[in-house]
């Protein structure tokens, strides 16, 4: 089992960027993704269910963050407009290995498969 994540890189304050995260060995139905800051913890950012018919953000990203999938590609995308210098981090995508999840429950141990991380800068 293996989750690419993808699509990070160096933007100005109020530019976008489109991540990605492919997982190959099996599909799950519920996916996310997280960030992780210099010397900070690793925080949930948005999590998505199998149809995409639920979606859950951080307050910090609602109304710029968009997650979505793709399940025919077993992949998972998060578009990330109107980008602020705080939104710099490693971003890792992750994976529940079961179907049930509680939207309350979004500390990374909630999640059993993670990617290996892509860096997002935003610049001032």
């Known amino acids: 089992v293996q989750l690419q994540a993808s699509g990070g890189g160096l933007v100005q304050a109020g530019g976008s960027l489109r991540l990605s995260c492919a997982a190959s060995?099996?599909?799950?139905?519920?996916m996310g993704w997280f960030r992780q800051a210099p010397g900070k913890e690793r925080e949930f950012v948005a999590a998505?269910?199998?149809?995409?018919?639920?979606?859950y953000y951080s307050d910090s990203v609602m109304d710029r963050f968009t997650i979505s999938r793709d399940n025919d590609k077993n992949t998972i995308y998060l578009q990330m407009n109107s980008l602020k210098p705080e939104d710099t981090a490693v971003y890792y995508c992750?994976?529940?290995?079961?179907?049930?999840?509680?939207?309350?429950?979004?500390?990374?141990?909630?999640?059993?498969?993670w990617g290996q991380g892509t860096q997002v800068t935003v610049s001032s």
């Open positions: 060995g099996r599909t799950f139905f519920v």
């Open positions: 998505i269910g199998w149809s995409g018919g639920y979606r």
């Open positions: 992750a994976a529940r290995g079961t179907r049930e999840w509680s939207p309350s429950s979004r500390a990374p141990k909630e999640f059993d498969y």
